[in-house]
């Protein structure tokens, strides 16, 4: 059967822009340093395991790591490339596809993700589509159920992008049977280890680029002409790049021959009101991605909190910028009737310097 028959979205629309609000594909570029703090086998798996919830969260299509420096070890990437695979993976494909490895030895203690892709029953009726593993003319659909496999649409590799992988639908279950297909829903991203550095990775990239920084532009002022942007030049990808806990961006350019003017479409400081001395790439990571899709909601007309009157910026007394729609002090009040009142949410209050932005009101 064929897409069409099925109303099945072609492939390339397929990552959902359900839960964000950012108008293009999003991947993260982010070094292979990015849990150096973290030591501990056991402390970096579990921080491995809330990066992939982050990214997830956001609907994240790819996330990219770079070597910071070359010339070092590149152990430590390949353990976080196994590890975000090890979570992207559906958990009844994880034996087939992951040997035991020390890398994957406190793996049992990763968050689980719950992805669509992520059946949390073993049920498997006609018209499931699955992530599946080819052997041959069959594929693993469960931990211990082969299905015969007909050509489909042909194979697509399924996140995170492991050979083998592919997404199939269920057409028979006694006989198990199933076809190639495309995916129906967010399945998760595709991990890539580049073994370069990065502004080797840079160049590579064909997208809207954000670098974040604490030197960067306030986010207030850059991303909305970041969204012009896509809008004007049809930019299908965005890439927002980060440093590592110990080196800014501009740092670890400048170790490698190049800098950071020029290199990015947006140099961006996502957190204009930071007071520590540098925030952690699993710490910004999950900022950053909060920050961009809230700033697009908030940008957005169908967005409830600026659908009326013309957008504005200002500073609070605490000198966090903030954005609203307004006509007037009646109209404020009505619209606050008509949408009822609205909270942030509990994740955006762990963020203070975002709720103050995104949400406080201006003084009239």
């Known amino acids: 059967m064929s897409n069409q028959e099925n109303n099945v979205p072609p492939f390339k629309h397929v990552t959902t822009h359900i839960m964000r609000n950012w108008p293009s594909e999003l991947s993260i570029v982010i070094p292979d340093t990015s849990l150096s703090t973290h030591e501990n086998p056991v402390d970096f798996t579990i921080r491995a395991g809330f990066l992939a919830r982050y990214s997830a969260m956001a609907n994240v299509r790819r996330v990219i790591i770079y070597r910071e420096d070359v010339s070092r070890d590149a152990r430590a990437g390949k353990d976080l490339e196994t590890l975000l695979k090890f979570c992207v993976i559906p958990p009844y494909l994880r034996k087939r596809v992951f040997p035991l490895t020390n890398s994957l030895r406190y793996a049992g203690l990763i968050p689980p993700l719950n992805i669509p892709t992520h059946p949390q029953t073993k049920r498997i009726a006609p018209g499931d589509v699955r992530v599946a593993f080819i052997e041959g003319t069959k594929v693993l659909v469960d931990e211990d159920k082969l299905a015969e496999l007909a050509q489909g649409e042909g194979a697509q590799i399924a996140p995170p992008g492991i050979k083998g992988l592919t ?10 049977k199933a076809e190639l297909c495309g995916p129906v829903r967010y399945s998760g991203f595709y991990v890539e280890l580049t073994h370069q550095g990065l502004k080797a990775t840079l160049a590579q990239l064909n997208g809207l680029k954000i670098g974040t920084s604490r030197y960067g532009e306030d986010y207030s002022k850059a991303l ?25 961006l501009s740092e670890i350019l400048e170790a490698q021959g190049s800098s950071a003017k020029g290199a990015f479409d947006f140099y961006v400081n996502m957190d204009p009101g930071q007071v520590l001395k540098s925030i952690r790439t699993d710490e910004a990571v999950p900022l950053s991605l909060i920050t961009l899709n809230c700033a ?25 910028p903030c954005w609203t729609r307004y006509t007037s002090r009646k109209e404020r009040r009505n619209s606050r009737r008509r949408r009822g009142r609205q909270k942030p949410s509990d994740f955006l209050r762990l963020f203070p310097s975002i709720s103050l932005s995104l949400f406080q009101d201006p003084k009239v």
């Open 167 to 176: 997404f199939v639908r269920i057409t028979s279950v006694k006989p198990l």
């Open 224 to 248: 909305p002409s970041a969204l012009e942007q896509l809008s004007k030049n049809g930019v299908t990808e965005t890439f927002l790049v980060f440093g590592s806990p110990s080196s800014d």
């Open 296 to 320: 697009a909601a908030l940008l957005s007309s169908g967005n409830p909190y600026l659908r009326w009157g013309k957008l504005i910026s200002w500073e609070d007394n605490k000198g966090h």
